[in-house]
Structures are given as structure tokens and as C-alpha cells.
């Protein structure tokens, strides 16, 4: 799955989730980052205000987001 930052510099890790749907609410995504259920860059990101830039990657549930 490809996001594309659409003009803005970054986006946070918890609302990348909630943006896309992988997460229901914000209270889920940050449950999900706390829990260590997410990884950027292959390894376990716990930071969930996490700014994602151009070229990250995240793992989350079997999906692979490539930030673009």
C-alpha cells in the first residue's frame, strides 16, 4: 500500500493508522504503537507521534504502507 504525503512534509504514526483505517480510533492506535504491534524502517517504533517522511516504510498487521 503506497500513502502519498500530498504536499505536506510528514504525518504522525497514530494518525496514518487512524487515516487509513487500520486502526478504529486514536485511543487504538496509540494501544497498537504502546504494545509494540507496529514497526517503521524494520523495527519496532513505540513513539506515537512518529513524523513519517518520504521513504519510510510501516508494518502493521501484514500491511506494508510505503510512505511517499
Known amino acids: 500500500m503506497i500513502f502519498e504525503l500530498k ?3 510528514y504525518i504522525e504514526l497514530i494518525k496514518l493508522l ?3 483505517g487500520l486502526a478504529e480510533s486514536g485511543g487504538d492506535a ?3 504503537v504502546d504494545d509494540g504491534d507496529v514497526m517503521v524502517n524494520n523495527e519496532t517504533e ?3 507521534r512518529k513524523k ?3 521513504g519510510d516504510v510501516v ?3 501484514n ?3 510505503e510512505i511517499k
Open 63 to 65: 500491511q506494508k504502507i
Open 46 to 48: 513505540y513513539r506515537r
Open 7 to 9: 504536499g505536506e512534509e
Open 30 to 32: 496509540k494501544q497498537y
Open 18 to 20: 487512524k487515516l487509513l
Open 59 to 61: 508494518d502493521f498487521l
Open 52 to 54: 513519517l517522511r518520504t
